[in-house]
């Protein structure tokens, strides 16, 4: 059986009607949709495919209007709800859909977001020069380097 997902650009042409290829895509997603509940399929979200949906959506100097992380975050949930569709590493979603919500992160934040979801999914420590994921994580899931 094959197995589908929408990359980057295509997602966000479903989610936006203002998109030029807003049409396009969501006649896609809608057959394959149907397929998948047909059995003829399966529809997947790779969790990049999500984080760089919700990072280009809510980036203020892409979109005009950016939509709010609330309204990618449940344009995101209804998917997966509705359609069915699996996420890919489906045990970095919670984790991530929590932290954007709770801090209202967006644009660039939100490719840190994911990995501090991953992190928290798998109980991994994130090594980094950055000290922004000391916001996202508790102290022991960050080892920060010194840039000397």
Not at 81 to 96: C, G, K, N
Not at 113 to 131: M, Q, R, Y
Request: charged share 20%.
């Amino acid at each position: 059986m094959k197995s589908y997902f929408p990359d980057i650009n295509v997602l966000i042409a479903c989610a936006r009607e203002d998109h030029s290829t807003h049409a396009a895509a969501k006649t896609w997603l809608a057959q394959a949709a149907l397929d998948a509940r047909n059995g003829e399929c399966k529809l997947a979200l790779p969790m990049l495919v999500v984080s760089g949906f919700l990072r280009i959506v809510t980036h203020t100097r892409i979109m005009n209007p950016p939509n709010s992380p609330d309204e990618a975050l449940a344009y995101i949930s209804a998917l997966l709800e509705v359609l069915q569709i699996t996420v890919s590493e489906a045990q970095t979603w919670e984790p991530f859909k929590a932290l954007i919500a709770r801090q209202q992160l967006s644009g660039n934040d939100v490719p840190d977001v994911w990995l501090a979801s991953h992190a928290l999914a798998t109980g991994a420590v994130v090594v980094t020069f950055d000290k922004g994921f000391k916001k996202l994580l508790p102290k022991s899931q960050v080892l920060l380097l010194s840039p000397r």
